[in-house]
């Protein structure tokens, strides 16, 4: 008994304990209050920094490559250092300035969030006030603070309306100034030089971007709509938690609240270590919708190859294995979306409700120290504005936690924009990352791919000992050496006569660098810009638009109109290529089709080379432009370029071409070539000798028949 005698409290201690912290309980207040400000931040920033990066041994490859390591495992997407790094270079993007329309917009978002919150806390205490005005029984007073309610409606209806109206306006924004980003380096102006032609090299010379379409208009839209959102979605529920705690605070104690704040970051952690990584989820799923699209769009690329091939099934199989593909990855994401919502509503609604009632309990059955004693009425409206308070301020932390979650999607989002960004900077710098052939490998090969030439702006072509390389790595000739004077027409032939339609002879290669499309790997190329080629492949592009726009292309009416020229002209230039009939017969130069189903393949080489004659470059590549054409039309055709003054670099293997042109440039296929000046008519007359003996071989076996029936006559005959 004296044991425990000595552990009771002693009432007078008590009593004068109670005192004291009554006394100073308003400095105590102060205190945790300010503490509790002070953890709710540094929480929120703990929870949104950078988390430890991808060793750096392996980022770069990640980085590029889109896989975590070498051994091809998916690239490591969560809210870390690498992440802060790309989405702070692509803020500088979208929000260029403090007095940018993103800054400003940015800006009223904010105001409005604020005034919300003001809002929230005012109709807390209206609805206590309410509540209160029943229980008293009190008409008046409850009348009027129902007018109350109905004015307040006006502003917060306003406000709510406003803070989406603004979002989808930030949202818009940050989508318009990142795409006209992307498109300037995508498809901007200064497309000249070594740094130009993104479009071009994204797809054909780096294999790290498939599908660069759907990132420039899905992911680029998905990642604006998130970074739209996550303003709102953290820093308005950061706020939230903040006033609203605070308030209650006021009403309860700063003690319930401190304990509070311990339960709910428990568990607060704990819904954490279950959050699975939908940043991963979000990448994951935008590379497997575009994987699909890009089999799709191989169909519609290749419907002619395919159809002749009999390769339906086939191709049904790789869409359908894509399709799989995609829709195991949702399914695996709904099941985790599922279980996790389980788990999250539980501790968030549920859990975190529960703590709130005990809460709101404490001025009911404690007397706090300093805090006098309520009628029925008071507690009832401290009861239902503290019960406001703390389901705004529970929602209010809930909407903290679903932030990572929107932030780790973010991040998928920015992974996928940063890898565009990162491959279009090294496609202008001449950076590449293509898989290559087995060949590539061997020591010379591979010296000769280090290696880099010179180009040497000039009025004259020259190739001083330039080897032809693909993307992939193949060397097509090791060292080629010809020129092209202005004025002198170049034929370029392959095997046995014949175009090099086939890879390893170095046809498209060669007109690739001229172009400025392919890097040159050694020797000096001499070539006039790139602005001075254009190129009439056997299928020529009709781009979308007016029959006046196919043979403008790429100027406008307007453009066109600045030159000088009408579209009298353009009749004429249709005269000289015999197809004039085309502008009455599809209802006038303004009349807009699918040009390509529109005319037949005749009379879309005839476009190509009005557009040639409208152009008037100093070199034109014919890349089988004649197919299709008559040859009596072919015949004016090259005459009337050689007049314009247009120097042709010529691939076709029909022989009426030769005459036209004065050197030719003969590839061997397997690696060599010869370039001299060509005879026309010597040419001409050893390729007739040379039908007639193969067709006069053609007739040996038949003879050798017929002598031996001869001869066994004969003997039978004797």
Not at 46 to 53: E, F, I, L, N, T
Not at 109 to 122: M, P, V, W
Not at 542 to 568: C, F
Request: hydrophobic residues 40%.
């Amino acid at each position: 008994m004296s044991v425990l005698s000595t552990l009771r409290p002693n009432p007078a201690h008590v009593a004068h304990f109670a005192g004291t912290y009554a006394k100073h309980r308003p400095i105590v207040q102060r205190f945790l209050t300010t503490g509790f400000i002070v953890y709710v931040l540094s929480t929120t920033y703990r929870s949104v920094s950078s988390k430890p990066a991808i060793p750096a041994a392996r980022k770069g490859k990640a980085r590029a490559k889109g896989q975590d390591d070498e051994s091809g495992k998916p690239a490591r997407v969560a809210v870390d250092a690498v992440f802060y790094e790309r989405l702070s270079r692509i803020l500088r993007l979208v929000i260029p300035s403090l007095r940018s329309k993103e800054a400003l917009l940015l800006f009223m978002h904010s105001s409005l969030l604020i005034f919300r919150t003001a809002i929230s806390l005012y109709v807390a205490a209206l609805d206590g006030k309410i509540v209160a005005s029943l229980v008293r029984a009190q008409a008046l007073p409850f009348l009027f603070n129902i007018m109350r309610w109905l004015l307040v409606a006006i502003p917060a209806t306003w406000t709510n309306s406003w803070l989406s109206y603004v979002q989808n306006k930030l949202a818009i924004a940050y989508r318009t100034r990142l795409t006209e980003e992307v498109l300037k380096q995508y498809l901007g102006e200064e497309q000249e030089g070594p740094e130009g032609k993104v479009y071009y090299k994204i797809s054909n010379l780096d294999d790290r971007i498939k599908n660069p379409d759907q990132m420039i208009t899905n992911d680029i839209q998905r990642f604006s709509n998130h970074l739209a959102a996550i303003y709102a979605n953290l820093a308005k529920p950061t706020l939230d938690v903040i006033l609203y705690n605070y308030q209650l605070s006021q009403n309860v104690g700063a003690e319930g609240l401190l304990l509070l704040t311990v339960l709910v970051q428990l568990s607060a952690a704990l819904l954490r270590k279950l959050t699975p990584s939908f940043g991963a989820y979000a990448a994951m799923s935008a590379q497997l919708s575009g994987a699909l699209r890009h089999t799709h769009s191989r169909i519609v690329e290749f419907a002619e190859e395919i159809a002749f091939f009999g390769g339906e099934e086939t191709e049904k199989l790789l869409v359908e294995r894509e399709y799989a593909g995609l829709i195991k990855h949702e399914d695996r994401v709904l099941e985790s979306r599922w279980w996790h919502g389980c788990v999250e509503e539980g501790i968030v609604k549920w859990l975190w409700g529960s703590f709130g009632l005990v809460l709101c309990g404490i001025p009911v059955f404690f007397k706090i120290p300093g805090v006098h004693s309520m009628d029925l009425g008071s507690r009832t409206e401290g009861f239902v504005t503290n019960r406001r308070l703390l389901l705004s301020a529970s929602d209010a932390l809930g909407r903290v936690m679903y932030s990572y979650k929107d932030l780790s999607e973010l991040a998928g989002y920015t992974a996928r924009v940063s890898m565009l960004l990162d491959t279009m900077h090294d496609t202008k710098k001449g950076k590449f990352e293509k898989v290559l052939v087995s060949s590539a490998s061997t020591d010379e090969n591979a010296k000769i791919l280090k290696g880099r030439g010179r180009i040497i702006e000039s009025e004259e072509i020259r190739f001083e000992n330039v080897p032809i390389v693909t993307p992939n790595g193949d060397i097509l000739v090791k060292s080629l050496s010809f020129y092209v004077k202005p004025g002198e027409h170049l034929l370029i032939v392959g095997p046995n006569g014949m175009c090099c339609v086939v890879v390893g002879c170095g046809k498209s290669s060669l007109f690739r660098i001229l172009g400025g499309l392919w890097p040159v790997y050694g020797g000096t190329v001499h070539k006039p810009p790139a602005d001075n080629f254009i190129l009439i492949p056997q299928r020529p592009y009709l781009p979308i638009g007016t029959l006046r726009d196919q043979v403008t292309y790429p100027h406008s009416k307007q453009d066109m109109e600045a030159r000088g020229v009408t579209d009298e002209d353009l009749l004429d230039i249709l005269a000289m290529v015999q197809i004039e009939s085309v502008v009455e017969r599809e209802g006038g130069w303004d009349t807009a089709q699918e040009w390509r189903d529109v005319l037949s393949e005749g009379d879309k080489q005839k476009i190509a080379w009005a557009r040639l004659f409208y152009h008037k470059p100093k070199y034109a590549v014919l890349d089988e432009a004649t197919s299709s054409v008559p040859l009596e039309i072919e015949g004016l055709m090259m005459d009337h370029a050689t007049e314009l003054g247009i120097t042709l670099l010529t691939v076709s293997h029909r022989p009426s071409l030769w005459k036209y042109h004065a050197m030719i440039l003969h590839y061997d296929g397997q690696g060599g070539y010869v370039f001299t000046k060509l005879d026309a008519e010597r040419r001409l007359a050893l390729q007739e000798e040379k039908q007639a003996l193969e067709t006069k071989l053609l007739e040996v076996p038949k003879m050798k028949a017929r002598l031996a029936e001869l001869l066994a006559l004969a003997e039978r005959d004797a």
